[in-house]
């Protein structure tokens, strides 16, 4: 685990990288980290995230900054400005049902090829996948999702790296952080090692590869 | 009383102590202000709570303590958090007893459409596909008619959420059950009468002699 300044980290991404970002309607979004994107204009880039939060928050500043290419999420309903670069073609979004969304993201870090679920069956969000029976019951195949980037936001970060995190602010972050080839975690408060007890240790150590040193 | 507060009211009487209970945005929501007394359930917001309390007070809010709609909210005694895999195994894995959604359309087989009018409302489906798959118990609350058109058809016309069949929807005008897959009147809404339910209904209904006016 390396620790780095916001700039740092953000100058690690290049044009066009996917990322998965943590946070459930900007709760739980490491808002300096995407603040530094912005301000350093990283384009083309895919989001993986839970949604694209509202103008002006969290990942609703990416959409805002039009530096997004993809973004694939469960909800944008309270954000009309993804909705309308949508529809004008200038983002695609692909839809993913929010328990199904969270499932690919653990299949991806868990090393699994996949998950079954039987949400989406008999939906639109069937269409091109395969349906397989298991004891009578039709599920869903759905695939596991990676991105180059995880960036999660914690509670408390030890010096090791070890995360936990507030109330609902924990949301997709945990999973992320399996799930990202390249983890950047930044925290409200950064603590002695020691000071997270090993049972409250929600993200080990060994899965950040940087923390964001706070200003 | 406002059709909304029936709707609320009479959904409340489903809960039973002890229960784990998902409230959807809109008139789902109400349905937490309308408990009978001494009823006490958990409410799951699908963001990562179980213990959901009300609204706080001005200036009490916490930034990290949301709804699974982005509002401030308080935890009640005993609260717990978890991640979105957990809530979502809740969910889906048949332990959340009921969940209460809003509805766009219901078809007279039960089936639910809600989540999205094409090229005119696409939010997302979020967590309903999941909630309607997997929940032990899914209840719509939706007004009976918009702008006097029937929701209740044949037939839904917009995208469905499932296929699973919802077991309930709960209206200002009546309360439906779907037993063998037939839109059944269970209950007739305040000064309601069989007649004026069907006349409000697209769907085939199946109306037994005798329907009782819901309790509230």
Same mark, same amino acid.
């Given at each position: ?5 916001? $700039?740092?980290?953000? $100058? ?19 808002? @300096?980290?995407? &603040? ?7 384009? $083309? ?5 839970? =949604? ?16 997004? @290419? ?5 909800? *944008? ?12 073609? =200038?983002?695609?979004? $692909? ?9 690919? *993201? ?20 069937? =269409?091109?996948?395969? @349906? ?13 999702? @990676? ?45 002695? *090692?020691?000071?997270?007890?090993? &049972? ?8 950040? =590869? ?6 | ?10 959904? !409340?009487? /489903? ?16 349905? %937490? ?27 009490? !809010? ?5 709804? %699974?709609?982005?509002? %401030?909210? #308080? %935890? ?84 469905? #959420? ?8 709960? #209206?200002?005008? !009546?309360?439906?059950?779907?037993? /063998?897959?037939?839109? #059944? ?13 069907? !006349? ?17």
């Amino acid at each position: 685990m390396q620790t780095l300044s916001v $700039e740092q980290s953000v $100058e690690m991404i290049p044009d066009g990288a996917s990322l998965m970002i943590g946070g459930f309607m900007a709760v739980g979004t490491p808002e @300096r980290v995407i &603040d530094e994107i912005v301000r350093q204009g990283k384009r $083309e880039l895919t989001v993986i995230a839970n =949604d694209t939060a509202m103008p002006g928050k969290g990942i609703g500043k990416l959409v805002g900054a039009k530096l997004l @290419r993809k973004a694939l999420v469960s909800h *944008i309903g309270l954000n009309p400005e993804t909705q309308r670069q949508m529809m004008a073609g =200038d983002l695609e979004v $692909e839809l993913v049902p929010q328990g199904t969304l969270v499932e690919r *993201i653990r299949a991806g870090g868990y090393g699994l090829g996949g998950i079954l679920t039987p949400t989406g069956i008999g939906t639109t969000v069937e =269409d091109g996948k395969q @349906r397989i029976d298991v004891d009578g019951t039709s599920y869903l195949l759905e695939l596991p999702l @990676r991105a180059d980037f995880a960036l999660v936001q914690a509670f408390l970060a030890d010096y090791l790296g070890n995360l936990s995190y507030a109330l609902t602010a924990r949301n997709f972050n945990p999973v992320m952080a399996m799930a990202g080839k390249t983890v950047i975690a930044s925290a409200d408060n950064i603590v002695p *090692i020691g000071v997270i007890s090993p &049972d409250h240790v929600v993200t080990p150590a060994p899965l950040v =590869d940087y923390l964001v040193a706070n200003a | 009383m406002e059709p909304q507060t029936i709707i609320a009211r009479r959904i !409340a009487r /489903e809960l039973r102590s002890g229960m784990l209970v998902n409230l959807g945005i809109g008139i789902p929501t109400l349905v %937490a202000s309308h408990l009978p007394e001494g009823i006490n359930v958990f409410f799951q917001s699908e963001n990562g709570l179980i213990g959901t309390g009300s609204i706080p007070d001005e200036g009490m !809010a916490h930034p990290t303590l949301t709804d %699974a709609a982005g509002r %401030a909210v #308080t %935890a009640l005694p005993g609260a717990c958090t978890f991640d979105s895999a957990m809530s979502f195994g809740l969910i889906r894995g048949g332990h959340v007893d009921i969940t209460v959604l809003g509805g766009l359309q219901v078809d007279q087989t039960g089936q639910l459409a809600n989540w999205t009018i094409p090229k005119k409302m696409v939010p997302g489906m979020g967590g309903a596909m999941d909630l309607v798959s997997g929940a032990k118990r899914v209840i719509v609350a939706m007004q009976h008619t918009a702008k006097g058109a029937p929701k209740i058809m044949k037939k839904c016309s917009l995208p469905l #959420t499932s296929s699973r069949r919802i077991d309930l929807v709960v #209206t200002e005008l !009546a309360v439906i059950a779907f037993p /063998e897959g037939r839109a #059944t009147l269970v209950e007739t809404g305040p000064g309601i009468s069989a007649g004026q339910v069907t !006349a409000a209904t697209e769907a085939e209904l199946v109306v037994p002699s005798n329907v009782p006016e819901m309790a509230l």
